[in-house]
T-cell receptor
Framework: DAGVIQSPRHEVTEMGQEVTLRCKPI?????LFWYRQTMMRGLELLIY????????DSGMPEDRFSAKMPNASFSTLKIQPSEPRDSAVYFC?????????????FGPGTRLLVL | AQRVTQPEKLLSVFKGAPVELKCNYS??????LFWYVQYSRQRLQLLLR??SRESIKGFTADLNKGETSFHLKKPFAQEEDSAMYYC?????????????FGKGTKLSVIP
């Protein structure tokens, strides 16, 4: 298995543009997580899905952020419109099952820079 | 709400010296604690979890409920230990799941 796959690896865009980050979890994993990493706030959990259903999106910073999981092998995190303060590294992770004994496997991250 | 505190943003030690990365948490129940590590240009990966009481790459961490701490320790630091280390607290059960990370500590091992 190639592990969790994220694309693009790097994204540079201008303020106001729509940004879409993509994630392919490990096959068979039924939990998917989106994280954001910044120098100021460290690593934050944005949202997670169980069996393609969003369970907790309380970490999503604003309505400009949205996440979907149309099927078990694909998820997107969208920012519309993007702002410079959204610049960060966004990680996707998957696990099976979630809970105290789970191990989350992280993707390589997408480094986003909003100018 | 639970909270994880890593008081040191940067920790520099000499090779061969002991290392202790501090992690304190606040949670009223029984916590499940983890340490994650991110080496330069690599993915974030699980280093160890308190329930398994493993020793990974020479690192250990003991949960101290009295002090609400889960410090990561290694007796002799190696250059390859230089990385970002994140302490994490997971609260799960009854269909809910919450994971809280500390802000991370960058460990720099000086040759």
């Amino acid at each position: 298995d190639a592990g969790v796959i994220q694309s693009p690896r790097h994204e540079v865009t201008e303020m106001g543009q729509e940004v879409t980050l993509r994630c392919k979890p490990i096959s068979g994993h039924d939990y998917l997580f989106w994280y954001r990493q910044t120098m100021m706030r460290g690593l934050e959990l944005l949202i997670y899905f169980n069996n393609n259903v969003p369970i907790d999106d309380s970490g999503m910073p604003e309505d400009r952020f949205s996440a979907k999981m149309p099927n078990a092998s694909f998820s997107t995190l969208k920012i519309q419109p993007s702002e410079p303060r959204d610049s960060a590294v966004y990680f996707c992770a998957s696990s099976h099952p979630a809970g105290a004994e789970e191990t989350q496997y992280f993707g390589p991250g997408t480094r986003l820079l909003v100018l | 709400a639970q909270r994880v505190t890593q008081p040191e943003k940067l920790l520099s030690v000499f090779k061969g010296a002991p290392v202790e990365l501090k992690c304190n948490y606040s949670y009223s129940g029984s916590p499940e604690l983890f340490w994650y590590v991110q080496y330069s240009r690599q993915r974030l990966q699980l280093l160890l979890r308190h329930i398994s009481r493993e020793s990974i790459k020479g690192f250990t961490a003991d949960l101290n409920k009295g002090e609400t701490s889960f410090h990561l320790k290694k007796p002799f630091a190696q250059e390859e230990d230089s990385a970002m280390y994140y302490c994490a607290l997971i609260v799960s059960g009854a269909g809910s799941y919450q994971l809280t990370f500390g802000k991370g500590t960058k460990l720099s091992v000086i040759p």
